[in-house]
């Protein structure tokens, strides 16, 4: 059973930042492409990072050189590193993973970006 678990989230200001976490169980981070996604009221969930098996990544251009996805293999976690926040990064991130056919999504971490 495949189990994602996100934390970090918080209120910060403009400018600050933040770190999400992502503890997976029943599955290995390492050996599939795990992302982060962010659904703003109102609007679709939208991709924000990509970390694929070999260790390369993706990002979205509106968070390329703020946001560092990475991932722990000892602890079986995947982090997203976030700097230099902006209030239109307020969001819930939400950790994925595609295994097969199936999409496994966490429950969300909430993130408040004040200006």
């Known amino acids: 059973q495949v189990q994602l678990v996100e934390s970090g989230g918080g209120l910060v200001q403009f400018g600050g930042s933040l770190r999400l976490s992502c503890a997976a169980s029943g599955i290995i981070v390492s050996i599939y492409t ?17 970390i694929f098996s070999g260790g390369s ?27 230099s ?14 295994v097969s056919t199936n999409n496994y999504w966490g429950q969300g971490t909430q993130v408040t970006v004040s200006s």
């Open 85 to 98: 926040l902006k209030p239109e990064d307020t969001a819930v991130y939400y950790c994925n993973v595609r």
């Open 34 to 50: 795990m992302g982060w996604y962010r659904q703003a009221p109102g609007k679709q969930r939208e991709l924000v990072a990509l």
């Open 57 to 83: 990544t993706n990002y979205a251009d509106s968070v390329k050189g703020r946001f560092t996805i990475s991932r722990d293999n000892a602890k079986n976690t995947v982090y997203l590193q976030m700097d």
